[in-house]
Each structure stands twice: as structure tokens, then as C-alpha cells.
């Protein structure tokens, strides 16, 4: 197949998906009533540390939220979901700091599957998972026109939500008002789509600037716009010249890009044009032959001297136009001389082996603490790769299918990783599950980064429980059995040295799944485990990652108030090249059995009660 019908055969989140749909597969919780993508996972180097922040959306996915999940996939965050056949969805889920605090922000809203753009709020969330604010200035105050009989609330835009770092946060707006389009061919009534950002006070959601790419025609006429034919002949379908996708503060102004007229513009804090970056023909600049770029996403500057700037592109290259389906999308650096205005290209991020075609978002991004390591979103296909410092890809995942058929197509809008440190502010959650009639106990914390062990109390009176035995904590759910004289069971986690907060309280013996919790669980094949033998009473730990193919555990001994002996376990996760990935047969719901990827352990001892 050529890469133009490669290309031509995408599907596109953007356009109406089909009514026979596939759902990627995902891995359920006994403790939670959410899923999580499986990753399918190729890894050739050492990547940067952090997490992976993205969210998932579109009608292949069951898990259209924004998500926190490590490399190997997986789960740290699962934040609030979205039906995938609702027109509302998670956007641009990111961290950012926040007078001096580090802070969650995504985008929610409803999203105008035709036109690429949307109208929502912006949600910012501290690092114990609460609500600070969320940013939805009135429209009395913004003035945007939809141009859809559609009830909304608020009105920015899913393409940018930037939080600086002076406590504002800059966002994007779609307005549909008229327009004289005889100069390039369409109605001299026409309608279009004005580019907007908003600088806003955060704390007061005080509007503190405003541009508009209306107020620049002679610098961005209409003819400047790839996005043909020229539409716009009534409100309903407005034409979508500019395209504003990405906004960036500089110290002077703001970097400021527009998709359809591939050109980045340099913005004064006056809002005048200083300068404009084309990627047809240079504009301002000249350019090492070839740099050319369309259809761009997410300009960066990284780096900055008194006459220089070094600036990411995510190059989308292909959307129709000028370059219809014949180029494959890369990631690039740019070094611009501001003296001399010529531009040359330093980096080049893509894999010639296995070229990817995304038409539509996307993201590259120089990780934070880490020289020279690249990750890129692909946007519209569910894939992020990470690049070394020489241009070499080291890091695949997928968590969609990548050219999806039959209406199962999954996008992500950008995708980044930061290194990440969060404890909750709500409570662990304990749950119990019958499987081939025998009880196993599961203990998460959604969000909590750093859990080292749980301490599990025991007793015949819920509000008189007493510390029995301690487990290792392994991926995002834990698992264990016990069996002994109580009635009530409860979870404490353990981070460092210091126990921090408690579970509920579950009835031991009784199958809280099914008599309150989710009834039913993708469970991972296990590998087998470690067995220690006491006197008394099983007790197993596993964890429900499908992303550690197997562990190592060492026996711990730990004294118990009683002066009994209490194994625990210590496990330690393997190197691996490759994720397992189940495929298709890997269905929600469905039921595995208890395999083990923890370890399995014998518990001694009487419990307490």
C-alpha cells in the first residue's frame, strides 16, 4: 500500500464514525467502576523518568478520561470520564505549577466533531486530586458566538489552556461572525471562524487580554489560508481560515500558531505581529532547504538567548491542500536567528521504518529534566513515542488501532510525561471478590504515586480493628487472601516509613463486589510466585497489572503484636522490551481467573481481635 493511500484510508476523530464499533482492550478493577486502556507497548532504550499524561477519546475507547499512567501502562490517575457517544470530552490534560504548587488542568466541554474545535471550561486540580477552580469567564464578558443552537456553559476553546507562571492561563476561542470573503472567491456576507486567546486572572477569571486574528487581516489575510475551498456562506457552516491551535507566553509577547495558514506568529503584548514563521515559503525568515511544514501543531520555544530561539513543531504535514497524503508526520526543532532571520532545522524526530500519517493534533515535547528526550502525542492516532537525544525512537505505545476501520477510532490531543508526586485526599478503597468460590481482597488508591505497603488490621468489630500483617504494594491494584477468626477487614496505606490514610471497611468473608462494587474483572495471566509456609491462615498477594509480565520477591519476617511470626512480600519489577498485549481476545468483563503477577505467600499467625 502507498503511503497516499495509507494516508487517505485514516479515519479521522473528527469525522462520523460508524455505527459497528470495536473497543480497544481495557482492564478493569474490582475497587473501581472505570477501565484503563491496555497499552501495547515496544521499548528499545531507557526512557525518561515520569508519566504519561493524555486522554483518550472517541468511540473505540472505554476509557475516555484524562489519565496518568507509567510507560509500561500501568494506572496511576484515572480521572472523571465521559461516554464515548457523548459530544463532551477531556482535552490538553496536563501538569503546570500554580504559585509555586504543582497542579493538574485538562479541558471539558463540548466538542464540535465537524468543525475541530469546541466550548468548555478548564478544570484546575491540586496534587491531592481536589478542584481549585474552574476557569469559565462569562459570556457576557467574552462575547463568543457558537453559531449552534446548543445550551452551553462555557465558552474556551479545547486547543489551549496554558497556566503561567504569574497566575494566569491562557485560552483559546472559537467566534463565528460575518466576514467579506469576495477578495478570495466566497460570499461578501460570509461567515467565518475568528482565532481568539484570552489571558485570564486566575484566582478573579478577570479577562486581562485579548487578541483576535480579525484584527490582522492585512498582515493574515484571507488569502494566507490553506483550508480550501473557501466556504462560509452561512452561519451554520462557517469557513475555518485561521485555525487556532496553540498559544504560548514569551517574556515579550506570545507564540501563537495557526493551523490552516501554516504560519506562526510572534505577538507583542500589544498584539501587533512582530514577526511570522511560514511554513510554505519561510515568511519573515529563510529557511536551510527543506524545512517546509502544514497542518502544524504545538510550536515551543524551549530555549532562548538574546537572539536566538529554539522551537518544537509537531509537523502533522498531511491534511489535504498542499501536501494531500504523501508525507509522514515528524517532530522537529528549529534554531531562529532573530539578527539574521534565517532558520535552521537541529533536530528531526521520526521512525522511516514505520512513518505515521496523523491529519489532525498532536504534541512534541522536550521532557522536563531529561537533555534531549522527546516525546511525541500523534493526536489523532492513539500512539506516543519517545525519542532519544540522537533522533532515535526508543519508546512505542498504542492504545488504540493505529488506522482504525468501522467506527473504532481513539485520539488523544496531546500527550505528555512530567514526573508527577500526588496523595490523595480521599480515601484508599477495599473491596472483596468470589472467584472459583474462594474470597480475594483488592486495595487501590487512585492517584496515590508513592505507596510503598499496606498494613492490614483484622477484628470481629469495625470500630476495634488491629494491625494483622503488611503486603507489598504492586501496580495501581493489590490483591491478597486470608482467612482466620474475624468478621471485619480494613486497609492502611504505608508510605516511607509513616502510615498514611485508611480503607473502608469491608465484611470479611463477603463478596463486596457483587453486593455493591463492580461484579466482574479483566484479570491478567499470572506467572507464578514465591510460597512461604507458616501455621496458619493463607494469605496471597498479585497484582492486576497487565504491564509486568512477571516479579521477583524476596520473604520478609515482620513481628506481630501477638509475637507470632508474619511473612510479607517485597517485590521487585523485571526489565522488559515488551508489554504482553491480549489483542482482541483481552475483553472487558471478562473473566481470567486469579493468575499472579505479585507474589504468593503463606500468612501465619492468630489475628487480633
Not at 298 to 307: D, E, G, K, Q, Y
Not at 326 to 345: A, M, P
Request: hydrophobic residues 35%.
Amino acid at each position: 500500500m502507498s503511503l497516499k493511500s495509507i494516508s487517505s484510508a485514516l479515519v479521522a476523530i473528527h469525522a462520523g464514525l460508524s455505527s459497528a464499533q470495536t473497543v480497544w482492550p481495557s482492564v478493569s478493577y474490582v475497587t473501581e467502576n472505570f477501565t484503563s486502556p491496555q497499552l501495547k507497548v515496544t521499548k528499545s532504550g531507557t526512557t525518561a523518568p515520569g508519566y504519561l499524561f493524555y486522554d483518550p477519546a472517541g468511540s473505540g475507547t472505554s476509557s475516555q478520561a484524562p489519565l496518568i499512567t507509567t510507560d509500561d501502562g500501568e494506572l496511576i490517575w484515572h480521572g472523571p470520564s465521559s461516554n464515548s457517544s457523548s459530544p463532551n470530552s477531556y482535552w490538553n490534560f496536563k501538569t503546570a505549577s500554580l504559585n509555586g504548587s504543582s497542579v493538574l488542568s485538562y479541558w471539558y466541554g463540548y466538542s464540535l466533531a465537524t468543525f475541530g474545535h469546541g466550548f468548555g471550561g478548564i478544570t484546575i486540580l491540586n496534587s491531592s486530586y481536589d478542584a481549585i477552580t474552574t476557569i469559565c469567564v462569562d459570556n457576557s464578558i467574552l462575547q463568543i458566538n457558537p453559531g449552534i443552537n446548543v445550551t452551553l456553559d462555557c465558552f474556551h476553546d479545547q486547543h489551549e489552556s496554558y497556566i503561567t507562571d504569574y497566575g494566569t492561563i491562557i485560552a483559546s476561542a472559537y467566534n463565528t461572525t460575518q466576514a467579506d470573503l469576495t477578495s478570495v472567491g466566497g460570499p461578501a456576507d460570509g461567515w467565518i471562524f475568528d482565532g481568539i486567546f484570552h489571558e485570564i486572572d486566575i484566582a478573579t477569571q478577570e479577562v486581562l487580554f485579548t487578541w483576535r486574528s480579525t484584527d490582522h487581516l492585512d498582515e493574515i489575510p484571507f488569502s494566507a489560508s490553506q483550508e480550501l475551498p473557501v466556504t462560509g456562506r452561512s452561519e451554520a457552516s462557517p469557513w475555518d481560515y485561521f485555525h487556532i491551535n496553540s498559544i504560548q507566553p514569551l517574556a515579550d509577547g506570545y507564540l501563537v500558531n495557526s493551523r490552516h495558514c501554516f504560519e506562526t506568529y510572534k505577538i507583542s503584548k500589544n498584539g501587533s505581529i512582530e514577526w511570522i514563521i511560514s511554513g510554505i515559503d519561510g515568511g519573515d525568515f529563510t529557511f536551510d532547504d527543506p524545512i517546509y511544514f502544514s497542518w502544524q501543531h504545538f510550536p515551543r520555544v524551549v530555549n532562548s538567548t538574546a537572539t536566538t530561539l529554539t522551537i518544537d513543531y509537531f509537523n502533522n504535514d498531511n491534511a489535504g491542500g498542499t501536501f494531500n497524503g504523501t508525507n509522514s508526520t515528524t517532530g522537529f526543532e528549529l534554531l531562529v536567528n532573530l539578527d539574521t532571520k534565517h532558520i535552521t532545522r537541529t533536530k528531526l524526530f521520526t521512525n522511516p521504518a514505520q512513518p505515521l500519517f496523523a491529519d489532525s493534533q498532536g504534541s512534541t515535547q522536550l521532557i522536563d529534566g531529561e537533555d534531549g528526550h522527546y516525546l511525541m502525542g500523534y493526536g489523532q492516532l492513539p500512539v506516543i513515542r519517545e525519542y532519544d537525544s540522537s533522533g532515535a525512537q526508543i519508546y512505542q505505545a498504542e492504545f488504540g488501532p493505529i488506522y482504525p476501520t468501522g467506527g473504532n477510532a481513539v485520539s488523544s490531543y496531546r500527550a505528555y510525561k512530567y514526573v508527577w508526586d500526588a496523595t490523595p485526599s480521599f480515601a484508599p478503597k477495599l473491596n472483596a471478590q468470589t472467584v472459583n468460590g474462594s474470597i480475594t481482597y483488592y486495595v487501590s488508591w487512585n492517584g496515590a504515586t508513592n505507596v510503598d505497603s499496606w498494613v492490614i488490621s483484622a477484628g470481629n468489630s469495625t470500630g476495634k480493628l488491629t494491625s494483622a500483617f503488611t503486603i507489598q504494594s504492586v501496580g495501581f491494584e493489590t490483591n491478597f487472601k486470608f482467612s482466620g477468626p474475624f468478621k471485619y477487614l480494613s486497609a492502611q496505606a504505608v508510605i516511607g516509613n509513616q502510615t498514611s490514610a485508611s480503607s473502608n471497611v469491608v465484611a470479611a468473608g463477603v463478596d463486596s463486589a457483587t453486593s455493591g462494587g463492580t461484579s466482574s474483572v479483566l484479570i491478567a495471566p499470572g506467572s507464578g510466585g514465591v510460597k512461604t509456609s507458616g501455621t496458619s491462615g493463607p494469605l496471597s498477594t498479585t497484582s492486576r497489572s497487565t504491564s509486568t509480565p512477571s516479579v521477583t520477591t524476596t520473604a520478609l519476617v515482620s513481628q506481630l503484636p501477638d509475637g507470632q511470626v508474619q511473612a510479607t512480600s517485597a517485590s521487585a519489577k523485571p526489565s522488559t522490551s515488551v508489554t504482553p498485549y491480549a489483542g482482541n481476545a483481552a475483553v472487558v468483563n471478562q473473566e481470567a481467573g486469579l493468575g499472579v503477577v505479585g507474589a504468593l505467600i503463606v500468612a501465619v499467625g492468630a489475628l487480633l481481635v
